[in-house]
């Protein structure tokens, strides 16, 4: 009987019935929702009984093997879509319309889902939101990128990508900020400035701004100060003092007593460069020697710290990124030895994906 039945329903399946209600996509979405509840509850019968030779296909105990997270995860396993048996279809359509994306099971998270939605996916299913993607986008169309975040050379412009949730970056245009100095850069935010830099918004093309670096005046080097920007506080072990450097964005920092990390003489610093009792700001670079203190570490920073490794074309091959910060313990990323090379005293890693995504498809 349940044999009989179970052909019937998977006879009536995707058939459209009769009347109005064929063009009711409502009806059609709940319609087909109430089928793969019934079909489970006959299915998970079925599975129960041992003299149960045929639907092989449709045997839970089969299917189980397609939904269930493996004991060790392979990249195919991420990668494929969902057996129809695991129940993880698109409610609505939501997922691909909304977003481009593909429902995953919630174990399936890659580094190729750069978000990972709830409430989209029927089941214990989740939608996984590529914003690289190759979608004809307004974004691609304002000569923009879609990404997970813009990076720090990027400014965020209002044009859509397939998803809400990704950005459209496109590179901020150098208007005079690096012949004016050396050490600047032109960024998407100010916030990207960070220790040390001072932003000035005419030097780059706008919403982007410059981030020059504060120069010291021998005043201020020759008290073992340094200079810094009105926007963060003087190092810890230093007071403010007006004046000392080249420009009125930024104040000379001086030690409250000699017990403080100061040059050396070991190393050729410069009028922005800093000695630091720790770790460099995001925006130099950090050496071992140049800098020392009494029974304390110090660091030399050199200001220009922009790109700080230098990827090499076995990192580039494998599709791998140059991090100071190491891959992450998730097991995501893998470390291609050598495939990066430092430009101060810190190492750089090169942290490529476990799983390369080859059958990426196209949304249009």
Request: hydrophobic share 25%.
């Amino acid at each position: 009987m349940l044999h009989l039945l179970l052909l019937f329903l998977l006879a009536l399946r995707g058939q459209p019935g009769t009347g109005a209600a064929t063009h009711d996509e409502d009806y059609v979405t709940r319609l087909r929702e109430q089928f793969e509840y019934f079909k489970q509850l006959i299915l998970h019968d079925l599975a129960t009984k041992s003299d149960v030779v045929d639907f092989a296909d449709y045997d839970l105990r089969a299917s189980s093997l397609e939904c269930e997270e493996p004991a060790e995860v392979t990249c195919n396993d991420l990668e494929r879509i969902p057996d129809a048996s695991c129940g993880c279809g698109d409610t609505g359509n939501l997922c691909d319309i909304q977003h481009k994306g593909d429902c995953k099971l919630s174990w399936q998270k890659s580094t190729h889902c750069d978000f990972f939605l709830n409430n989209t996916c029927h089941a214990n299913c989740m939608c996984c939101i590529s914003c690289s993607k190759n979608v004809e986008t307004p974004c691609k169309g304002a000569g923009g990128v879609c990404e997970k975040s813009c990076g720090q050379f990027q400014y965020t412009s209002s044009h859509a990508c397939h998803s809400n949730l990704c950005s459209c970056c496109h590179s901020v245009e150098d208007k005079g900020c690096r012949s004016s100095n050396g050490l600047s850069r032109c960024v998407g935010d100010p916030s990207h400035c960070g220790r040390g830099y001072y932003p000035n918004n005419i030097l780059c093309e706008s919403p982007g701004t410059c981030c020059i670096p504060c120069m010291a005046l021998d005043a201020c080097t020759n008290a073992d100060g340094y200079c810094e920007s009105y926007g963060h506080d003087c190092l810890p072990g230093f007071y403010e003092d007006d004046g000392g450097c080249e420009t009125r964005n930024c104040r000379c920092c001086k030690p409250k007593t000699s017990n403080v990390c100061s040059r050396d003489g070991t190393l050729v610093m410069g009028p922005a460069d800093i000695c630091s009792p720790r770790f460099c700001p995001r925006n130099f670079f950090q050496e071992n020697v140049g800098c020392s203190a009494p029974n304390r570490t110090c660091y030399s920073c050199k200001a220009g710290g922009w790109n700080k490794c230098g990827i090499e074309d076995s990192c580039t091959a494998k599709g791998g990124f140059c991090s100071k910060v190491g891959c992450g313990a998730t097991g995501m990323y893998l470390e291609e030895p050598g495939g990066c090379t430092s430009k101060d005293d810190r190492p750089c890693f090169c942290c490529y994906p476990k799983c390369k995504f080859y059958n990426e498809e196209h949304h249009f």
